[in-house]
């Protein structure tokens, strides 16, 4: 859904988009593959170097966001920041795609 929803903010919304999920979980699975654990400190690191660089932080609200360690980080961190924070659901990226 991750990769759906991003694809959909760049041809729908002409977002420039950052997605840590579809940009690092790949990478952790061939880690992970290798014996090869990055602890999330760092991964939260990773993240951090390319949010700076972001204007905004727009939440998938997929099963588990509101629990996600990672998403509470990014959040806050684009509070701190002073930039804006903002959902969106399948169901409006499913409605867009289906109007179309």
């Known amino acids: 859904m991750s ?3 991003a694809a959909w903010l760049i ?3 002409n977002k420039i988009v950052y997605s840590p999920i579809t940009s690092s979980h790949p990478v952790n699975l061939v880690m992970i593959e290798s014996k090869v654990e990055m602890p999330t ?3 939260l690191k ?3 170097a390319f949010m700076q ?3 905004e932080c727009i939440v998938l609200k997929i099963e588990g ?3 996600s360690t990672g998403v509470k980080f990014e959040m806050e961190f684009f509070k701190q920041a002073g930039k804006p924070v903002s959902f969106l659901t399948p169901n409006e990226i ?3 795609l289906i109007l179309c």
């Open 65 to 67: 966001w509101d629990i």
């Open 41 to 43: 400190e760092l991964w």
């Open 46 to 48: 990773y993240d951090e």
């Open 53 to 55: 660089n972001c204007s």
């Open 3 to 5: 990769a759906i929803a």
């Open 94 to 96: 499913f409605t867009d």
């Open 11 to 13: 041809v729908r919304r």
